[in-house]
């Protein structure tokens, strides 16, 4: 940990803040303002789907502006579309919604790479911490996100619309944190020295198996967690309890980032996201065994740390798919995967909890859970071979 990090990490939980009060409240806000209740999730669809648009627009931003500025502009469009939300919101207008948070995902891709700049902070051989620390940040965004979206509630006339509102602080917070950060310059490839092309980069094996670990960790996670405050609705449950689950599951998320990295390190990459598929298949099975807050809590935290499994595994076996030159163009692929997979999930997740219902969404996760272990598994022979 240095001063450099340490800001950084404080950056990802207000961004952390900002995408778990997005997922609380724009699904709820979406069902009251929706012309179709299937249509619910869209807010949150568009969000990434802004994302899967804007990854790789991101990264040749962060290549030519540098990390530093190139966050501040980041920054700059998560406040210009709180304000456009702010004022759909109020509005009524369902679509406005919509065009925020697309607009958002700029924010989202741009934010998403605070954990691939925490490596250019440190030695070579913290890397592995250096991940974990920065998505450890998100336990600030667990406490304050579903916080912020429980209490900014009733801020306002329309509810939710305060949510918005207080994001625009956030962002601005996190505007004077970044700031404050001097990064590294990024590599520059020499003229005629770009690198491998982008579908050479995309063939690796190893890319491969870190996509589908993020990209499918990431889709079950969003998958479930999109559709909870809505599926705990309909089963009487109130915003308060949905708020407090999400808190949890959020929670899941990031405190195990304190020891995945050295967990990583002793055990090895691909049994420590085995765990994360076991853990993911074990919510499925809880999930599915009754609808009580109890059932929720519990599911949506082994949902957590899950993820936060698959994750850092994901991301720090990414981190030899790549030659330094190629640096920003791999994050740009790698990322497009994860937010395309999460734009599927996040439609799938508002048509099926408003459809087929809450057991429907966890049979259907069982595919996308499927087939990561299927690559963990691929992956791992694959390692055999080659010894």
């Keep these: 940990m240095n001063r450099r990090l340490a800001l950084l990490v404080l950056a ?26 299937w249509m619910a999730t869209l807010p949150i669809c568009a969000y990434v789907a802004g994302g899967a648009v804007m990854a790789r627009l991101v990264g040749r931003h962060q290549l030519r ?12 469009v998560a406040l210009a579309s709180c304000a456009i939300a702010l004022w759909s919101v109020t509005g009524g207008h369902f679509w406005g919604v919509v065009l925020a948070t697309l607009v958002a995902g700029y924010y989202n891709a741009n934010a998403a790479l605070y954990r691939f700049a925490a490596t250019e902070l440190v030695a070579a051989d913290k890397r592995e911490a250096a991940i974990s620390w920065v998505l450890a940040g998100g336990c ?6 579903p ?19 207080l994001l625009m602080g956030v962002a601005l917070a996190g505007l004077v944190l970044i700031s404050l950060i001097d990064f590294p310059p990024l590599p520059r490839p020499a003229a005629g020295a770009g690198g491998r092309p982008s579908a050479e980069i995309a063939r690796q094996p190893v890319f491969i198996v870190a996509l589908a670990a993020s990209a499918l960790g990431y ?18 449950l109130p915003f308060a309890d949905a708020s407090r689950v ?12 304190f020891f995945t990295g050295p967990l990583i390190r002793r ?8 765990v994360g598929v076991a853990l993911n298949l074990g919510c499925v099975a809880l999930a599915l065994s009754g609808q009580d807050l109890e059932h929720f809590m519990g599911a949506l935290l082994m949902l957590g740390v899950g993820w936060n499994f698959l994750y850092i595994g994901g991301t720090t076996l ?26 599927l999930t996040s439609f799938s997740s508002g048509a099926l909890v408003t459809t087929g219902g809450w057991a429907w969404m966890n049979w259907a996760s069982l595919v996308p859970i499927g087939l990561c272990a299927a690559a963990l598994a691929w992956q791992a022979a694959a390692q055999r071979r080659s010894c």
């Design 12 to 37: 990802q939980g207000l961004f952390l803040t900002n995408n778990i009060c997005f997922m609380a409240i724009n699904g709820l806000v979406g069902l009251a303002l929706a012309p179709r209740p």
């Design 65 to 76: 502006f540098g990390r530093r500025r190139a966050f501040q502009i980041g920054l700059c």
């Design 140 to 145: 600030l965004g667990a406490v304050l996100g």
């Design 147 to 165: 916080l912020l979206a429980r209490e900014s509630r009733n801020l306002l006339t329309v509810p939710f619309a305060g949510a918005y509102l």
């Design 219 to 236: 889709g079950v996670m969003n998958l479930l967690m999109a559709a909870t405050p809505i599926a705990m609705g309909q089963c009487g």
């Design 246 to 257: 999400l808190q949890w599951h959020v929670l899941g998320m990031f405190v195990p980032s």
């Design 267 to 274: 055990a090895g990459v691909l049994p420590v996201m085995a």
């Design 318 to 343: 990414f981190t030899q798919a790549y030659r330094p030159e190629e640096k920003t163009r791999a994050q740009g692929l790698l990322d497009t995967g994860v937010y395309a997979t999460m734009t």
